[in-house]
C-alpha cells in the first residue's frame, strides 16, 4: 500500500462469480433467465510479507471464496491474483504451479474433515515434502516430521497414531504441522479456529503468532470473529456482499471504524468484558448475492444512506490508514463516534 | 424468592458395553421465575446433558442416576412419559442450536404453529391460526400472515430461528431451555434474536435456561450465570460480578483466554492440557491437573462449595478454613 512495504501478495480486481442458472431445459419451458451469484466483486488489496491481513464478514460475504481463488482451487472470473510478483492465473500446468504451491499453504476450519482419517500422522505430515520433492523417504525426512511435531507442541511418537485418536486442538496443531512441512512463505488460515473451544482457540492463536515471529510467516487470515482478528490482525479489509467497504490498519479500523457496517458490526459483537452495554443494532439481513442492491449494496440496511448511495456505487477514498468506500465519509456526513464506541450509533446519527 | 426449577443433586450417567461413565455429577442450582440463567461451559461439560435431563429428553444410554429435579414444587423426573410430554410445549418449552432439525420441513410454517398451540390450548383452528400470525408478527417477521403458508426452506437462518421462537413462546411457557440458540447464526442476527428472546421473557416473566459456549453471550442476556466443568458445577453467580472476577480457577482461565477486542498484542492466557473425558475421570478437583494453584488436598478430596462474593464456589481455595491458615 505504500512503497516501503514488501508485498507479497497483490490481489487485483478479483472477481468471482458463480453460475447459479436453472438447468437449460427448465429456462426455455419456463423463459426463466440466467442467474448469477456475485461471490466477490473487483476486491483489491495487498499483504506485506511477515505480517497477518484479515478479512472479515457474515456467512455468505465472499471471505472463504478470495481464500479459495488465492490458494489456486476456485478460478477467478476476472481480475488477478499475483504472490511473489508471478500471476497466479498465468500458470498453464500443474508442474509450473508447484513453486507456488509449495509457497503458499492452507489451514481449514474444520480439523475434522481436512485430514484423512486413513492415514497416520506421520504420513499426512510427510507428504507435502514427498510431494514437492524437498526430501526422499529416509531418517532425514522422520526427523523432519518429528521436529515439525514438536513444533507444534506434539511429540514425535505421535506419527503412527490415526486424527480420531487427537483432539480437536491437538487436529489443528497437526494441520498447522502439515501446513508447515514444505516451508511455506504463506499460509491461508480460513477460520482456523471456530470449531475450537475458547481455552483451545488460546492455544493455537497463541502457537499462530509464535510460529510468524519464528518464521516470518505471513497469513491470509479469514475470520468472523472479530476478537480473534482484533488478537491476530495487522491489517484488515471488512467484507459485505463480495466487496470490501473498509481496508487498512487493523489497529485504525477496530478502534476508529468509518464505514457505517464496520461500525455496526463492531457494536452486535457481544464483549464478556462489558456486559449488558447499550449497543445499536444492525437491522435486517444481508441480501441475496443473486440480486445485490444497487448503488451501494449496504445502502437499504444503513441508517445513513440517501438518494446517491442507492444510485451510485461508491469508490474507496483514502483516510489516513485505511480505505474506505462509503458515500456519507466522503461527503462529510458520518457522525463522530464517541471514544469508548459504546453508545448507540444510531442515536448520535440523528444529532448530527 | 421461590424457584421455579429446581435441580438437585443431578447424576447422569452413560452405560455402553458394560461401563458406566458419569456425564454429570451432583448439579445443584436453581432458576426463579422470570430469571435467565446461563448456562456455560466448554464442549463435554456436561450443559446440553443437563438441559436434556430437565426437558425429560435423555435416551439411552444416557439415563439419570441420582437427584431430583422439581419444577414449580413439584417433582418432574419421576413423571410418565405422557405427563412429561403435556409438560413439554405447555410448560417447559426448548429452543435448539439449529433451526431446521426444530422444524418440520414438510410442514409449513402455520400448520406447525397451529399443530402445538392447538395441542395444549383449547382454541378452535381459526382462534390457533389468529394466534400464531400474532406470534410470526411479535418475533418480528414481515408480513406474517402470508409467511404462514411458508416452509423452512423458503426462509434464512435467523427467520427459522424466529419461527422457532415463536413455537416455543406459543403456549405462554413458564420456562424455556435455550442450547445454543445463536451458535449457528452471524453476529449481527445473533444479536437481533438475543435481544428479541430478552425482551420476550421479560414481558412474559419467562424464565430461561440459556445453555452456551460463548461468554459474550453470557454477558449479552444473563442474570445469573453457573460455569460448568467435566460433568459439575464449579461457580455459579450474578452475571456481572462473575464476569468481572471470576473465583473459581477455571473460570478465570477461560476468561483470560477469551482474545479482548481493546487489549490488542498480548499473549493470551492459556490453560495448559485439555478437559478429562468422561471414560477418564479426575479423582479430587477435576480440574487439579490444569491448576496453577492447586494444593495437596485438591488431587484427592472433591471440593465443597464455598461463598466467593457473591458467587458459589466449588474450590478448595474458597475455603475459609484453609485462606484463615494459609
Known sequence: ?352 | MSALLKVEGLRVEIARRGRVMTAIDDVSFEIAAGEILGVVGESGAGKSVTGTAVLGLLERPAFQAAGRILFDGRRIDTLDEDAMRALRGREIAAVFQDPLTSLDPLMTIGDQLTETIRTHLDLTQAEAVERAARLLAEVGIPAPRERLASYPHEMSGGMRQRVVLALAFSCEPRLIIADEPTTALDVSIQAQILDLLRAMCRERGTAVMLVTHDMGVIAEVADRVAVMYAGRLVEVGPTQSLLAEAAHPYTRGLMGSIPDMHRRDVELAQIPGSMPRPDAPVPGCAFHPRCGQALPRCAVERPLTFTAGASEVACWLADPAARSAA
Open chain 1, 1 to 352: 500500500m505504500n512503497g516501503v512495504k514488501d508485498t507479497i501478495l497483490s490481489v487485483d480486481r478479483l472477481t468471482v462469480r458463480f453460475d447459479a442458472s436453472p438447468p437449460l431445459l427448465k429456462r426455455l419451458v419456463t423463459g426463466a433467465g440466467r442467474r448469477t451469484v456475485h461471490a466477490v466483486e473487483e476486491v483489491e488489496f495487498e499483504v506485506a510479507r511477515g505480517s497477518t491481513f484479515a478479512l472479515v464478514g457474515e456467512s455468505g460475504c465472499g471471505k472463504s471464496t478470495i481464500a479459495r481463488a488465492i490458494a489456486g482451487i476456485q478460478r477467478p472470473s476476472g481480475g488477478s491474483v499475483s504472490f511473489m510478483g508471478v500471476d497466479i492465473a498465468g500458470f498453464r500446468t500443474r508442474h509450473a504451479a508447484m513453486p507456488y504451491r509449495r509457497n503458499l499453504q492452507m489451514i481449514f476450519q474444520d480439523p475434522y474433515a481436512s485430514l484423512n482419517p486413513r492415514w497416520r500422522v506421520g504420513r499426512i505430515i510427510a507428504e507435502p515434502i514427498l510431494t514437492h520433492g524437498l526430501m526422499t523417504r529416509g531418517a532425514a525426512l522422520t526427523a523432519r516430521v518429528a521436529e515439525l511435531l514438536e513444533t507444534v507442541g506434539l511429540s514425535p511418537g505421535d506419527t503412527a497414531k490415526f486424527p480420531h485418536q487427537f483432539s480437536g486442538g491437538q487436529r489443528q496443531r497437526i494441520s498447522i504441522a502439515r501446513a508447515l512441512a514444505a516451508n511455506p512463505a504463506f499460509v491461508v488460515c480460513d477460520e482456523p479456529t471456530s470449531a475450537l473451544d475458547v481455552s483451545v482457540q488460546a492455544q493455537i492463536l497463541n502457537l499462530m503468532r509464535r510460529l510468524q515471529r519464528e518464521r516470518g510467516l505471513t497469513y491470509l487470515l479469514i475470520s468472523h470473529n472479530l476478537a480473534v482478528v482484533a488478537h491476530m490482525a495487522d491489517d484488515m479489509g471488512v467484507m459485505y456482499l463480495g466487496r470490501l467497504v473498509e481496508q487498512g490498519d487493523a489497529g485504525q479500523i477496530l478502534g476508529r471504524p468509518l464505514h457505517p457496517y464496520t461500525r455496526l458490526l463492531l457494536d452486535t459483537v457481544p464483549d464478556p468484558r462489558a456486559p449488558k452495554r447499550d449497543r445499536a443494532r444492525l437491522a435486517g439481513e444481508v441480501p441475496s448475492p443473486l440480486a445485490p442492491p444497487t448503488g451501494c449494496a449496504f445502502h437499504p440496511r444503513c441508517p445513513l444512506a440517501n438518494a446517491r448511495c442507492a444510485r451510485e456505487r461508491p469508490l474507496p477514498i483514502r483516510v489516513e490508514a485505511a480505505l474506505v468506500a462509503c458515500h456519507a465519509v466522503e461527503e462529510g456526513r458520518l457522525p463522530s463516534r464517541p471514544p469508548a464506541a459504546q453508545q448507540s450509533f444510531a442515536t448520535s446519527g440523528d444529532a448530527a
